[in-house]
T-cell receptor, first 113, second 111 residues
Framework: EAQVTQNPRYLITVTGKKLTVTCSQN?????MSWYRQDPGLGLRQIYY???????DKGDVPEGYKVSRKEKRNFPLILESPSPNQTSLYFC????????????FGPGTRLTVT | EDKVVQSPLSLVVHEGDTVTLNCSYE??????LLWYKQEKKAPTFLFML????IEKKSGRLSSILDKKELFSILNITATQTGDSAVYLC???????????FGKGTRLSVIA
């Protein structure tokens, strides 16, 4: 089954404690992306990757890091989480960035206290 | 700065009504306009539009793009309670521009 998986689905952590949210897709997609979704602000792109070892900033990259060492995986790293990073995070993948539909993972609800 | 604006922000209708959701966009090097449905989970893909004036249909849902006026509409006929969701519109460009989402239209269909 074609899918995007994220782990963990829910995470409560404390300020400053490094965390990683994993994302994996099994569709051999070149393009992967991370979004955060907040009430009233909609979906905002954090980082995206056009292919292995190619990543670029989206609209709200501050406080986040990503890596793309393999085509299928695109982890999101918060080196020092802060309460303003409490949000719902989605990973997505697509065959192409703008021309094809993106498939979304199930989401990770992160709370930073 | 690229932007996508959706209207209305929320809408309440009765079952059986027809609704039209609007999406206007300003996207550098525009390539595609995408519609998603989001219930209490991840967005699910509905349509992708790249050519002006061509309607895409799937059951009771249809969408059309006007590249001259820079907008798209999503129509839902004979609405059902299962259509209740947030509908998201996104604009995709070429080059290094991120996919830009609108804030969504929250549709509530009441019996």
């Amino acid at each position: 089954e074609a899918q995007v998986t994220q782990n963990p689905r829910y995470l409560i952590t404390v300020t400053g404690k490094k965390l990683t949210v994993t994302c994996s897709q099994n569709m051999n997609h070149e393009y992967m992306s991370w979004y955060r979704q907040d009430p009233g602000l909609g979906l905002r792109q954090i980082y995206y990757s056009m292919n292995v070892e190619v990543t670029d900033k989206g609209d709200v990259p501050e406080g986040y890091k990503v890596s793309r060492k393999e085509k299928r995986n695109f982890p999101l790293i918060l080196e020092s989480p802060s309460p303003n990073q409490t949000s719902l995070y989605f990973c997505a993948s697509a065959a192409d960035r703008g021309f094809y539909e993106q498939y979304f993972g199930p989401g990770t609800r992160l709370t930073v206290t | 700065e690229d932007k996508v604006v959706q209207s209305p922000l929320s809408l309440v209708v009765h079952e059986g009504d027809t609704v039209t959701l609007n999406c206007s966009y300003e996207v550098t090097n525009f390539r595609s306009l995408l519609w998603y449905k989001q219930e209490k989970k991840a967005p699910t893909f509905l349509f992708m539009l790249t050519s002006s004036g061509i309607e895409k249909k799937s059951g009771r849902l249809s969408s059309i793009l006007d590249k001259k006026e820079l907008f798209s509409i999503l129509n839902i006929t004979a609405t059902q309670t299962g259509d209740s969701a947030v509908y998201l519109c996104a604009g995709g460009g070429s080059g290094n521009t991120p996919l830009v989402f609108g804030k969504g239209t929250r549709l509530s269909v009441i019996a």
